[in-house]
């Protein structure tokens, strides 16, 4: 099966600075790749997604890159600012008859004023 | 307003009580799925459901069942809960299409389990 692994696990930035979180996963199959972001004590929802057939999406201060042949996608944010504060969680989900979506271990990331 | 409600919110038991923890939906998602969240291990699947009366396991099944009898409603059971389950549980559900429609998920059930 698929396997999602998310680094770095932690991560503190000065408000103003980007941030960068990067996923690896193992099955090529897969074509479709959200981030979610949980805000403490809330649900995770979903702040932007690629598919395999894009290198890039960006939407405001977030991107979303990914290297179909490396088998790796990143979450860039510029501009962090305090509410950027959350855990965050990548994903992958094979191809259209497996509807199963295998989250990363998420990322703690923590804006500093 | 479109939604997935889980309920309970909190819920403390003792070994071996049986329980269960409802999710439904109003947006008419053919695809419903139950993750658990546990500190450094992230959403893992624990059962999902196709559609009405398909169900099928997730990584972590163990412990666990289900039920969709009803289109809108996927409750998750612990026939005998264990210290192990104790846990954030989250219901999600989404459409089932080629579009990748979102993942949406539920308010969370924090269960502890003495």
């Known amino acids: 099966g698929e396997n999602v692994e998310q680094h770095p696990s932690t991560l503190s930035v000065q408000e103003g600075d980007s941030a960068v979180i990067k996923c690896t996963y193992s099955d090529s199959a897969s074509n479709y790749f959200p981030w979610y972001k949980q805000e403490l004590g809330k649900r995770p929802q979903l702040i932007i997604d690629?598919?395999?057939?894009?290198g890039e999406k960006k939407d405001q201060r977030i991107a979303v890159t990914l290297n179909k042949t490396a088998k790796h996608f990143s979450l860039h944010i510029t501009e962090t600012q305090p509410e950027d504060s959350a855990v965050y969680f990548c994903?992958?989900?094979?191809?259209?008859?497996?509807?199963?979506?295998?989250f990363g271990t998420g990322t703690r990331l923590t804006i500093i004023p | 307003e479109a939604q997935v409600t889980q309920n309970p919110r909190y819920l403390i038991t003792v070994t071996g009580k049986k329980l269960t923890v409802t999710c439904s939906q109003n947006m008419n998602h053919e695809y419903m799925s139950w993750y658990r969240q546990d500190p450094g291990l992230g959403l893992r699947q624990i059962y999902y459901?196709?559609?009405?009366?398909?169900?099928d396991k997730g990584d972590v099944p163990e412990g666990y069942k289900v039920s969709r009898k009803e289109k809108r409603n996927f409750p998750l059971i612990l026939e005998s809960p264990s210290p192990n389950q104790t846990s954030l549980y989250f219901c999600?559900?989404?459409?089932?299409?080629?579009?990748?429609?979102?993942?949406?998920f539920g308010n969370g059930t924090r269960l502890t389990v003495t």
């Open positions: 459901s196709m559609n009405v009366e398909v169900t």
């Open positions: 999600a559900s989404r459409f089932t299409d080629s579009g990748n429609s979102p993942l949406h």
């Open positions: 690629i598919r395999s057939n894009v």
């Open positions: 994903a992958a989900k094979a191809d259209f008859g497996n509807e199963k979506l295998t």
